[in-house]
């Protein structure tokens, strides 16, 4: 049976922020011994951001929008995070226009669209978004709204993983490890995986959890003076503006 746009995009992006939300405020809760402080915590930081973001700060905007869809899957709070969103990125915003793009994605408060999601990526990715970096690689990786480009796909994943990006880290490393956009290297796929073991996802590295000690990046994957609009100007000329 052909899977719909919305269940594709919702298999290959997760729900934005979801889990990490619940977790902290678990935790949160469990050290204070204040049960459902969090939640009221969080309806009065929406209140707070909701009179900024009518003043036009993105930011705000943005931050609004962020809890709006980590809250819950209630389609009216995800109707109103993509209002705003929408506002924070047509000013340019990279951050919305990362978080905007995962909405069209996975189709969560608008009708999915995956090419409307890959271009707000793209955007935000040429503003070093990591976020964004790391969707658009996916989104090339397993064809979701533009050509399958296992190639790109890496570029951008690697641009991400530099950042810090330990999902692109992840990624780089196993691209590394299966021949994925290049050819098998075990040791460019150790340096990866180790990296983001270092920040804890040793288990889904496959690796055993590091000594605690800082983990430099050994090498240098671009070329001086190289910024993420040339290589995508290169890699992926068919979504070039």
Known sequence: M????????????????????????????????????????????????????????????????????????????????????????????????????????????????????????????????????????????HGFGTPEDPHGALTWYRLAGAQGHVLSQLKVGKCYETGIGCRPDPVQAALWLRLAASQGYARSAGLRPPPPRAIRMPFSFLPPHCSAETVWSRTSPQLSH
Request: hydrophobic fraction near 40%; aromatic fraction near 4%; proline fraction near 4%.
């Open 2 to 141: 052909t899977k719909t746009a919305r269940e594709i995009g919702q298999s290959l992006f997760p729900a934005p922020g979801r889990e990490k939300l619940m977790r902290d405020q678990g935790v949160l809760e469990l050290l204070e011994g204040t049960p459902g402080a969090s939640t009221r915590r969080s309806a009065e930081a929406i209140e707070d951001y909701a009179r900024a973001a009518a003043t036009g700060d993105t930011q705000a905007q943005y931050e609004l929008a962020k809890l709006l869809v980590s809250r819950n899957t209630l389609s009216t709070e995800n109707r109103e995070a993509v209002k705003w969103l929408r506002k924070a990125a047509a000013r340019d915003h990279a951050a919305s226009e990362a978080l905007l793009g995962l909405l069209y994605a996975r189709g969560q408060g608008v009708h999915p669209n995956p090419e409307r999601a890959v271009e707000l990526f793209h955007t935000a990715a040429l503003a070093g978004n990591a976020d964004a970096q790391y969707h658009l690689g996916v989104a090339m990786e």
